[in-house]
């Protein structure tokens, strides 16, 4: 049996992987539960460190959204999300409906999936907004850390976003999942 490959930008073939092997190779420890990375349509990608105004932010966002929880949802901060066989993300903030598995919530479970960006701002708009809406999560906020900036994303489609409004920093941050909150990023 042939192992999956995908093919590099410089032509060259890469090994590609699944979640069920990423998963053994941890149980083999040959890939610590401690390294923070994304399998991404089979290719992992290693996180950067996060930045003292990201967790500032996260932070923030946390006790907020967390005053605003209604009963029937849960909160998952950096929960590993499995969109398919072989890609698996970790947004910074999550909200489903309690009663899921966390291993078996999937992409149109995500009422809300909030990504923090600094250095990873292009690829959180780019790559992996498009994967969020192509597994049907409800709503994306991608934050642009260093302006303070919310990109709103709703209406998720195979083709990507029907919607993606700019927000900025004395925008209120509300979402239909979360009635109660209302969050201004700069006055953070």
């Known amino acids: ?13 890469r090994r590609s992987f699944t979640i069920a092997e990423i998963l053994r190779m941890q149980d083999a420890g040959i890939i610590s539960e401690d390294e923070n990375f994304e399998l991404i349509e089979g290719k992992i990608v290693p996180l950067q460190a996060k930045t003292h105004v990201h967790e500032l932010i996260r932070s923030a966002l946390t006790i907020g959204i967390v005053r605003a929880l209604p009963d029937k949802l849960w909160f998952g901060v950096a929960t590993t999300i499995y969109l398919s066989a072989n890609t698996f993300v970790e947004p910074d903030l ?26 990873s701002l292009a690829y959180d708009r780019g790559l992996k907004a498009r994967l969020y809406a192509r597994h049907g999560v409800n709503e994306l906020w991608v934050i642009d850390a260093g302006r303070r900036c919310t990109f709103v994303h709703s209406g998720p ?32």
Request: charged share 20%; proline share 6%.
């Open 1 to 13: 049996m042939r192992a999956n490959v995908t093919r590099a930008a410089e032509g060259f073939d």
């Open 157 to 188: 489609g195979p083709q990507g976003w029907r919607s993606v409004v700019e927000l900025g920093p004395n925008d209120a941050l509300a979402s239909t999942a979360l009635p109660g909150f209302s969050m201004r990023l700069g006055s953070i």
């Open 94 to 119: 999550a909200i489903y409906p309690k009663g899921i598995k966390l291993e078996e919530v999937k992409g149109s479970d995500i009422l809300l999936a909030i990504e923090v960006a600094l250095t």
